[in-house]
């Protein structure tokens, strides 16, 4: 039933078209149909155009209706400038900048992080973005501004965690120093619904992870992991159940679902992955574990899972292959470099990028086989996406669009 209902809610999500509305794609779980994907390019090879992004910030653009937003942040003599930015998807061209928020200081974050590290989200003609405590907005698909909200929490490094939508919610996580839960504000007028604190004594209770919304034998389940517990809300911000996995905070992977599984990372300071069988009430942690992994687990990239094949790559470019239902190994490579940016699906073909500017193409099979390797020479933090058979690529300094 899970599967069925899960084919479903891909179906229905992918309908509208080719768009790439969300952090990791139309599910949200690093899938998309594409026909004639590129596998060979560099600076000077393969590249329809390239755009210089004045600023900083290591969010992963959206794709929708030939328009790609993305969010930045610039200092400009001092000040923080917190923007929404549109390009034109067939000329690469800027559409327009909006201006959402302005600090004349710049709060502490993570050497690593960005003031702008949140994937926006689109729905329905209109962007909503996150900048964590700096600000949140709703921005009209031609940038007119909608509504303008800042949360009063206490993070640490910074954001991470993108925004999500859920019928009328859009959903936050404001996992801080203090006091971490789940959000929900009213998309249309950025009011807050509800909070669902954290139901957990977490040593370390920061954590970045973008929710995930998923349908269980017809119940909607926000999945939402943090520190120590992977948590699951219904609409109204009750707790559904909650899995410990001890010690883990600073969680970034987002959830997958798939056959009625949910896997999740545990985050820092020594990742593990979890398989949760999903359902049921109260601490399902004794009940509901179906296998788990300590070996080549992320910390930072979200793993796909293709035709009953788990992929995951870990923070030093090791990639691992293991049966989704089971867990058993079957294959382990260092393919890549660090890795930060989570992993997509296309056609049998998963595409891994590092945080050097590589790219790596392999078949998503039993046996390894790498189909390409491809170099920008620029740093690179963002996870590709890919859009009529386009890869959209953000590096430290550029948006790239690639093409066979």
Same mark, same amino acid.
């Given at each position: 039933?899970? %599967?069925?209902?899960?084919?479903?809610?891909?179906?229905?999500?992918?309908? $509208?078209?080719?768009?790439?509305?969300?952090?990791?794609?139309?599910?949200?779980?690093?899938?998309?149909?594409?026909?004639?994907?590129?596998?060979?390019?560099?600076?000077?090879?393969?590249?329809?155009?390239?755009?210089?992004?004045?600023?900083?910030?290591?969010?992963?653009?959206?794709?929708?209706?030939?328009?790609? /937003?993305?969010?930045?942040?610039?200092?400009?003599?001092?000040?923080?400038?917190?923007?929404?930015?549109?390009? =034109? /998807?067939?000329?690469?061209?800027?559409?327009?900048?909006?201006?959402l928020f302005n600090y004349s200081k710049q709060p502490r974050i993570h050497k690593k992080n960005s003031y702008a +590290?949140?994937?926006?989200?689109?729905?329905?003609?209109?962007?909503?973005?996150? /900048?964590?405590?700096?600000?949140?907005?709703?921005?009209?698909?031609?940038?007119?501004?909608?509504?303008?909200?800042?949360?009063?929490?206490?993070?640490? $490094?910074?954001?991470? &965690?993108?925004?999500?939508?859920?019928?009328?919610?859009?959903?936050?996580?404001?996992?801080?120093?203090?006091?971490?839960?789940?959000?929900?504000?009213? %998309?249309?007028?950025?009011?807050?619904?509800?909070?669902?604190?954290? =139901?957990? %004594?977490?040593?370390?209770?920061?954590?970045?992870?973008?929710?995930?919304?998923?349908?269980?034998?017809?119940?909607?389940?926000?999945?939402?992991?943090? +520190?120590?517990?992977?948590? &699951?809300? =219904?609409?109204?911000?009750?707790?559904?159940? %909650?899995?410990?996995?001890?010690?883990?905070?600073?969680?970034?992977?987002?959830?997958?679902?798939?056959?009625?599984?949910?896997?999740?990372?545990?985050?820092?300071?020594?990742?593990?992955?979890?398989?949760?069988?999903?359902?049921?009430?109260?601490?399902?942690?004794?009940?509901?574990?179906?296998?788990?992994?300590?070996? &080549?687990?992320?910390?930072? +990239? +979200?793993?796909?899972?293709?035709?009953?094949?788990?992929?995951?790559?870990?923070?030093?470019?090791?990639?691992?292959?293991?049966?989704?239902?089971?867990?058993?190994?079957?294959?382990?490579?260092?393919?890549?470099?660090?890795?930060?940016?989570?992993?997509? $699906?296309?056609?049998?073909?998963? /595409?891994?990028? =590092?945080?050097?500017?590589?790219?790596?193409?392999?078949? &998503?099979?039993?046996?390894?086989?790498?189909?390409a390797q491809n170099d920008l020479g620029e740093r690179m933090l963002a996870s590709p996406i890919i859009y009529k058979?386009?890869?959209?690529?953000?590096?430290?300094?550029?948006?790239?669009?690639?093409?066979?």
């Amino acid at each position: 039933m899970e %599967k069925l209902i899960f084919l479903i809610l891909f179906i229905a999500l992918t309908s $509208h078209g080719e768009s790439w509305p969300q952090f990791r794609g139309p599910t949200g779980q690093g899938h998309i149909e594409a026909a004639d994907l590129p596998l060979n390019w560099s600076g000077n090879k393969g590249v329809t155009w390239e755009q210089k992004i004045a600023g900083k910030a290591w969010s992963s653009p959206i794709c929708v209706n030939d328009q790609i /937003f993305l969010t930045n942040a610039v200092l400009n003599q001092g000040n923080l400038i917190l923007e929404l930015i549109s390009v =034109d /998807f067939i000329t690469g061209e800027i559409n327009w900048k909006k201006k959402l928020f302005n600090y004349s200081k710049q709060p502490r974050i993570h050497k690593k992080n960005s003031y702008a +590290s949140p994937t926006p989200f689109y729905e329905n003609g209109f962007v909503f973005v996150h /900048f964590g405590n700096l600000g949140t907005a709703c921005v009209s698909f031609n940038g007119e501004l909608i509504w303008n909200k800042k949360l009063n929490y206490l993070p640490v $490094h910074g954001s991470g &965690a993108s925004p999500v939508i859920a019928e009328d919610l859009l959903l936050l996580s404001t996992d801080g120093s203090v006091d971490p839960c789940l959000v929900a504000l009213n %998309k249309k007028t950025g009011d807050i619904k509800w909070k669902a604190i954290r =139901d957990s %004594k977490a040593k370390k209770n920061f954590s970045f992870c973008t929710p995930l919304v998923i349908k269980v034998r017809g119940e909607t389940q926000i999945i939402s992991p943090a +520190s120590d517990y992977v948590f &699951a809300y =219904d609409l109204n911000g009750n707790q559904l159940w %909650k899995f410990n996995y001890p010690n883990g905070y600073s969680v970034v992977p987002r959830p997958v679902f798939n056959q009625g599984i949910i896997y999740v990372s545990s985050g820092y300071d020594s990742p593990v992955l979890y398989a949760i069988r999903c359902g049921g009430r109260g601490d399902i942690t004794q009940k509901n574990l179906v296998w788990k992994t300590r070996k &080549a687990a992320p910390r930072n +990239s +979200s793993v796909v899972v293709v035709e009953g094949l788990l992929f995951m790559a870990a923070d030093n470019g090791v990639v691992s292959c293991l049966d989704a239902q089971t867990g058993e190994l079957y294959w382990i490579e260092r393919v890549a470099g660090s890795c930060s940016p989570s992993l997509i $699906h296309a056609n049998g073909q998963i /595409f891994l990028c =590092d945080e050097t500017g590589k790219t790596f193409i392999f078949e &998503a099979k039993k046996r390894y086989r790498l189909l390409a390797q491809n170099d920008l020479g620029e740093r690179m933090l963002a996870s590709p996406i890919i859009y009529k058979n386009s890869l959209l690529l953000r590096t430290e300094n550029t948006l790239w669009r690639i093409d066979s």
